[in-house]
T-cell receptor
Framework: DTGVSQDPRHKITKRGQNVTFRCDPI?????LYWYRQTLGQGPEFLTY????????KSRLLSDRFSAERPKGSFSTLEIQRTEQGDSAMYLC????????????FGSGTRLTVV | AQKVTQAQTEISVVEKEDVTLDCVYE???????LFWYKQPPSGELVFLIR??????QNEISGRYSWNFQKSTSSFNFTITASQVVDSAVYFC???????????FGKGTRLHILP
């Protein structure tokens, strides 16, 4: 088990383009979370899945953002029509159960919108 | 609403000094979890500790110790005999037991000077 994997590590895109990030959780973990971290701030919760069901979305997740977790395995986070304000580190985390036990973060995808 | 406040934005100490990072939290839940994470320059979030709100015992792990005071809603973190490798941003965080989303403070950037 190599932990939570995120791909790509870095992404530079032009404003207006669409981007998609992937997260592979630890295999036995049924909960998967997305966070966003901007410069000088702590990570902020975006959304989470229990298996394939998306159970909560933060108001930070505008209509341009969509997340999926088909078959309850890996997850993708897509941002449409990127804006400069979307530049941030996007972190994925997974856990096997309630209580934030074994909550493990990936290394993140750093997005720069130019 | 849940909130975590880390009043110290940045701290610098000379190597081998002890340093305490402050954390104050707000929550209406009676049961919750408190965390500390370390984020070195590489960017990955490194889990340090998770503490259940029912357990007010202080904890020591090597040079690290944590002081949980429910009466003052504080969960402070002390590094004893600091080392240059301790230089990082440290986040205090809080989660409830329902959806496990973690609410982070803004972090304290710690510089250990040789």
């Amino acid at each position: 088990d190599t932990g939570v994997s995120q791909d790509p590590r870095h992404k530079i895109t032009k404003r207006g383009q669409n981007v998609t990030f992937r997260c592979d959780p630890i295999s036995e973990h049924n909960r998967l979370y997305w966070y966003r971290q901007t410069l000088g701030q702590g990570p902020e919760f975006l959304t989470y899945f229990q298996n394939e069901a998306q159970l909560e979305k933060s108001r930070l997740l505008s209509d341009r953002f969509s997340a999926e977790r088909p078959k309850g395995s890996f997850s993708t986070l897509e941002i449409q029509r990127t804006e400069q304000g979307d530049s941030a580190m996007y972190l994925c985390a997974s856990s096997p159960m309630e209580g934030a036990v074994g909550y493990t973060f990936g290394s993140g995808t750093r997005l720069t919108v130019v | 609403a849940q909130k975590v406040t880390q009043a110290q934005t940045e701290i610098s100490v000379v190597e081998k000094e002890d340093v305490t990072l402050d954390c104050v939290y707000e929550t209406r839940d009676t049961t919750y979890y408190l965390f500390w994470y370390k984020q070195p320059p590489s960017g990955e979030l490194v889990f340090l500790i998770r503490r259940n709100s029912f357990d007010e015992q202080n904890e020591i792990s090597g040079r690290y110790s944590w002081n949980f005071q429910k009466s003052t809603s504080s969960f402070n973190f002390t590094i004893t005999a600091s080392q240059v490798v301790d230089s990082a941003v440290y986040f205090c965080a809080l989660s409830d037991l329902v959806d496990d989303k973690i609410i982070f403070g803004k972090g304290t950037r710690l510089h250990i000077l040789p």
